[in-house]
């Protein structure tokens, strides 16, 4: 099992940033890759960036070059650098932990973190 907390969600204008943090803790240990997704209301969640527990990254096309995923491992922490915000990045922010259990995976998940971007 593990634990999930955003932070550093809030209002920006267009062409702001935000630095999003997600602190795990629990079975830190198990975890396969950690990530961030969003919804706007009446959408779907999508992912925006993952990280694999090699470091590998991957991000949705709308989001590329301008947000960048890392990790500090000994912090357990990873964050979500938003730079050029733009209004279509309004949406609350989840992260996601993906963990490896004896029967599957499962998939954990923060409360979310409002991110509104807007003149």
């Known amino acids: 099992q593990v634990q999930l907390v955003e932070s550093g969600g809030g209002l920006v204008q267009p062409g702001g940033s935000l630095r999003l943090s997600c602190a795990a803790s629990g079975s830190i240990l198990s975890i396969l890759h950690m990530g961030w997704y969003r919804q706007a209301p009446g959408k779907q969640r999508e992912p925006v960036a993952f990280i694999s527990s090699g470091g590998t990254t991957n991000y949705v096309d709308s989001v590329k070059g301008r947000f960048t995923i890392s990790r500090d491992i000994a912090k357990n922490t990873v964050y979500l650098q938003m730079n050029s915000l733009k209004p279509e990045d309004t949406a609350v922010y989840y992260c996601?932990?993906?963990?490896?259990?004896?029967?599957?995976?499962?998939?954990?998940w923060g409360q979310g973190t409002q991110v509104t971007v807007s003149s």
């Open positions: 996601n932990a993906r963990t490896v259990l004896r029967t599957g995976t499962l998939d954990n």
